[in-house]
């Protein structure tokens, strides 16, 4: 009796053993395993649960000999992505493929020349789409995003992005927080988005497990559907017996955000980590020692599999089968997740925000398993202490020490939509073109654990694909069309084509002492200015624009016969020749000889500055965040703090008396770091107003970015600009409580009117002396301001200068604004439904011919701009500040040909200045050299400020 079990069991033990290091099926031998008497009733799941262990993880190595994509839509049609620059993600991001692009079945069936005979057996059915030469790329990949979890537009009862319900709990998923209707699916799939990795937030050391989706609309019209490659957890079923198991994801973070959650510090949180491993540890030994018995066929008392919902995913991360993603800042905390992955024996995959990593090379090197890649921004920080070392250079820096490196949004920390341009940032500041384009598809795709099917434009990889008007790496690159699965997601292809963008990438000056720099400071290298010249000699200038009271603002009143830069010679072109900070002649050289060999003895020597074909043009000016109030925005010691709500449940101090007026001015901070790199970039002033809440009444103020304190000769060109107010749905009081207060003070007309600050901003506001700003989205309540201010002025019987600055739904009162002559601060450029009250965006190319600039000035509506918004969500940020040059050149390549360089450089100078009260000279305006190019030109470097005011240049 006991014999021919016996040997049944060897028999099992041996068979198990060979298929455990063989990976060989197991059913066929389990069907022919009778069980023994003393053997657990659910042996054969046992078995199944103790092989599952061994399975490899990752695609198995016949993946891609599938006839179909596991994700192809029955009925979508085969197509011919005809004469496209390809970029394929092989040959470490350099190989480019001119050629054709056959898509079926959901993949990408052949790449290059492709056979007629191939192209025959489709006949009519091939749909064909003719890229005309133009770039086609992966599709963009989002190795960090919060889209579906953390809702667009915000709705507070639908936030399911954290937990606040315990500091470790990798058992949640943000899967099941996933909404399907979310605004930002078709904007962010207009940007190229087709992948993206959903992490949960970042409020716990261990914030629960991420998931893959694809961002495209599914039949079933769920989150499931939705979800690449799921693993077997998802359910809890047991992969087939000779399956690979599917990489799982999951979220870890370090720092600040979880200490503020949980009211704790660094120690907990790591001491937290240590816990939850260690306990995952136990239970992965259990299980070891639990299977060893099973192989050894010891079946007696063997009990119930060790196991734990709450605790499995962490044991799948000690057995490698998980990418962990942590969100982790600073040298502090990179240095203890490195520590920790040792202890525990396990890899990280990304490090994300990742600030520092450019600082530790050797500590990443040194994580457990490799290297984890650097998931970070290009240019979002200082926000925190922990973002303040930031360096736009730390890409550069990290793959010239073999690092990996991806950028990633945070969505929607940074909208998806931009997430190539997060690509375009860094590789304006040294990342190589390779590396760059990778950062968003090929890079985030192997961290991932997707590599074999996206990221790559290649035989067998799923069909996601951009075809791009421009190259991926110009500024303003648009898709012209976008597929997911095979399946064309644009409707209207048309609408970008119309532009005649750049095809090859902006040259990019050696960026090499920048970075030394960054590394050498740690981060904080000095960017106060101390070199200046009173006597300066600009040569080789291409083009002069300067401001003027004609034409659109600003006029070319220069510009080189000559026009190829890479021919320019000593003083080929024109020659700027500046005494005392003001331009005395503009021209050839010969038409300026008499200002540049002078006869006068007391005269020095002129510093001499090559421009390289580069331009000189009006300096820029930032709206929009409070730069100049703030060194941390998330730090109170560092910044002025916010002023008092008067309709807000906090008192008016009785100090302050009835009417109190805050004045801007009055808490300045010079020298912070994002003023500071603003001057470098040529954006040498900014109208500031006071940090607040919901309503508010201030007067902003005007100050210049480059100075060290007030005191300082040009640090102040205006003190008070304008009154500044807020009118919002923030759910605090209502609207019409907030024009209540605003109707009270602008309609009231009466002799013995009130003598306090307030009123008498208002008394001029109402005078037409000075403009009223009011940041406001919602064209409900632009509406209302519309009409409130003809009421005051039928009251008051004179103009009223009214400005609305975010202005994010004004495109629907266009014509309203316009004949009510009202202007718009349009910020930031590109629009977002982050709140409901923003959510009628007018979304621009592709999805839109016009965009809401293009739209007010059709109107003929007074336009500025603004680098920053005005968000519920994140409070506007000073970091980009730097980029408004590249945020008006956006906007006019957006406008498909309909604004010109002097009208965008227009709305980022005059125009606001105009509309924000500042009332300067335009002689006395700062003008910006720029060595190479033109100051909208990504590729050229701002080298000097020429100050009237301060009656220098400024060397940079
Ligand atoms: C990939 O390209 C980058 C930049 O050109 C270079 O630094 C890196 O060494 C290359 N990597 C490989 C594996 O060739
Ligand atoms: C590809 O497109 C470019 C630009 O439109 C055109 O000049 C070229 O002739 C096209 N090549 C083929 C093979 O159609
Ligand atoms: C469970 O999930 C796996 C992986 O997605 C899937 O293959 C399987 O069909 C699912 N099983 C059930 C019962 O839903
Ligand atoms: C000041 O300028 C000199 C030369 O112009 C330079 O070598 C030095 O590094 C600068 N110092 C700082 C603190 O930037």
Redesign the pocket.
Same mark, same amino acid.
Request: charged fraction near 0%; proline fraction near 25%.
């Given at each position: 009796m006991m014999k021919p079990l016996l040997e049944r069991r060897y028999r099992h033990f041996l068979a198990i053993l060979l298929a455990s290091l063989l990976s060989l099926p197991l059913i066929k031998l389990r069907t022919t395993y009778s069980r023994s008497p003393r053997a657990p009733s659910n042996y054969a799941s046992i078995i199944d649960k103790c092989h599952a262990l061994k399975l490899p993880v990752g695609p198995p190595p016949t993946f891609h000999e599938r006839p179909e994509s596991d994700r192809f839509a029955t009925g979508t049609p085969p197509t011919l992505i005809q004469n496209a620059t390809i970029w394929t993600g092989e040959h470490n991001g350099t190989q480019v493929i001119h050629g054709d692009i056959l898509l079926d079945k959901g993949m990408i069936l052949h790449v290059g020349k492709i056979h007629p005979d191939i192209l025959q057996l489709y006949g009519a059915e091939l749909e064909i789409s003719d890229a005309q030469g133009k770039w086609v790329s992966p599709g963009v990949v989002d190795l960090h995003s919060h889209l579906g979890d953390d809702p667009s537009p915000v709705l507070s009862g639908a936030s399911d992005g954290n937990s606040f319900k315990g500091i470790a709990q990798p058992w949640l998923r943000s899967i099941d927080g996933i909404n399907t209707h979310d605004d930002s699916y078709p904007l962010s799939i207009a940007g190229g988005l087709t992948t993206a990795l959903i992490l949960p937030g970042s409020a716990n050391a261990i914030g629960g497990q991420a998931y893959v989706i694809k961002l495209r609309k599914t039949a079933e019209r769920s989150t499931s559907a939705m979800i690449l490659e799921p693993p077997y957890q998802i359910n809890s079923s047991s992969p087939p017996s000779d399956a690979y198991v599917r990489w799982r994801h999951i979220k870890h973070a370090c720092g600040e955000n979880p200490s503020r959650a949980y009211d704790g510090t660094r120690m907990d949180t790591f001491w937290a980590f240590r816990q939850s491993y260690d306990k995952a540890s136990q239970l992965k030994k259990k299980q070891d020692d639990y299977c060893s018995k099973v192989d050894a066929g010891q079946i007696d008392n063997l009990g119930e599999f060790p196991d734990d919902l709450q605790w499995e995913a962490l044991v799948d991360v000690l057995r490698g089968r998980v990418k962990v993603n942590t969100h982790c800042y600073e040298a502090v905390d990179l240095d203890a997740f490195v520590r920790l992955s040792n202890e525990f024996k396990f890899p990280v995959a990304a490090f994300h925000h990742a600030t520092e990593t450019y600082l530790v090379p050797d500590v990443l090197k040194r994580a457990y398993g490799g290297p984890p890649v650097s998931a970070v921004f290009s240019g979002f920080s200082r926000y925190k202490r922990e973002s303040y070392r930031f360096s736009a250079y730390a890409g550069k820096i990290l793959t010239e020490n073999g690092l990996k490196v991806v950028m990633k949004s945070d969505h929607s920390a940074i909208d998806s939509r931009y997430l190539l341009h997060e690509a375009q940032q860094a590789y304006y500041h040294g990342l190589p073109e390779n590396v760059a384009i990778a950062s968003v598809t090929s890079t985030p795709a192997d961290a991932m654990g997707m590599g074999h099917r996206i990221g790559y434009v290649k035989k067998g990889w799923d069909a996601d694909l951009v075809i791009w008007d421009s190259h991926p790496l110009a500024l303003g690159a648009t898709p012209i069309q976008v597929f997911i699965d095979g399946i064309a997601q644009l409707e209207d292809r048309a609408i970008s084509e119309k532009s005649h963008k750049l095809q090859r990438a902006p040259k990019i000056p050696n960026l090499d002492e920048e970075a030394r720099k960054a590394v050498e400071y740690e981060g904080l290298p000095?960017l =106060?200015v101390? =070199?200046s010249s009173d006597y300066v000699v600009f040569k080789n200038v291409k083009d002069v624009l300067v401001r003027s009271s004609s034409g659109v603002g600003v006029e070319k009143v220069f510009s080189a016969p000559q026009l190829d830069s890479e021919q320019a010679e000593d003083f080929e072109f024109g020659v700027v020749v500046i005494r005392n900070g003001t331009p005395v002649c503009i021209g050839l050289y010969e038409s300026c000889t008499s200002f540049i060999s002078d006869s006068e003895s007391d005269d020095s020597e002129p510093t001499i500055v090559d421009l390289k074909g580069g331009s000189i043009s009006p300096a820029l000016m930032h709206y929009g965040s409070p730069l100049g109030l703030q060194h941390i925005s998330s730090e109170p010691s560092t910044t002025d703090g916010n002023v008092l709500d008067p309709l807000g449940s906090n008192h008016i101090p009785s100090i302050l008396g009835e009417g109190a007026l805050v004045r801007a001015v009055d808490g300045l901070l010079y020298g912070s770091r994002d003023a500071l790199l603003a001057y470098r970039a040529g954006v040498t002033t900014a109208v500031t107003v006071p940090q607040h809440g919901s309503l508010f009444f201030g007067l902003g103020t005007c100050f210049s970015t480059g100075a060290l304190h007030k005191l300082e000769l040009g640090a102040l060109p205006q003190a008070v600009t304008a009154l500044h107010t807020a009118v919002s749905f923030n759910g605090v009081v209502s609207v019409s409580t907030q024009i209540a207060a605003l109707r009270r003070l602008l309609l009231h007309k009466g002799e013995n009117s009130i003598e306090d600050a307030l009123h008498g901003a208002i008394k001029e506001v109402v005078a037409g002396q000075i403009p009223l700003v009011v940041e406001a989205g919602s064209a409900d309540i632009i509406a209302t301001l519309i009409s409130l201010k003809k009421e005051a002025e039928a009251i008051h019987g004179n103009p009223i200068r009214l400005t609305i600055a975010g202005a994010v739904e004004s495109h629907l009162l266009a014509r309203e604004l316009a004949e009510a002559n009202v202007g718009v601060v349009v910020g930031p450029i590109h629009p977002f439904p982050d709140s409901w009250e923003n959510r009628r965006i007018l979304p621009g190319p592709p999805l839109t011919k016009d965009t809401t600039i293009t739209k007010l000035l059709d109107h003929g509506v007074t336009v500025g701009i603004s680098s920053v918004g005005f968000s519920i969500r994140a409070p506007p940020g000073n970091w980009n500040a730097q980029n408004l040059r590249l945020y008006a050149s956006w906007a006019a390549l957006d406008s498909g040909g309909k604004i010109v360089e002097e009208q965008a450089i227009t709305m980022a100078s005059k125009n606001l200045e105009i509309l924000l009260g500042v009332s300067g000279k335009d002689e006395d305006a700062d003008l910006v050299a720029t060595m190479g190019s033109g100051l909208l030109d990504p590729s050229s470097r701002v080298v000097s400020i020429i100050s009237p005011r301060g009656g220098k240049v400024d060397l940079l």
């Open positions: 000095p =106060a101390n =070199a």
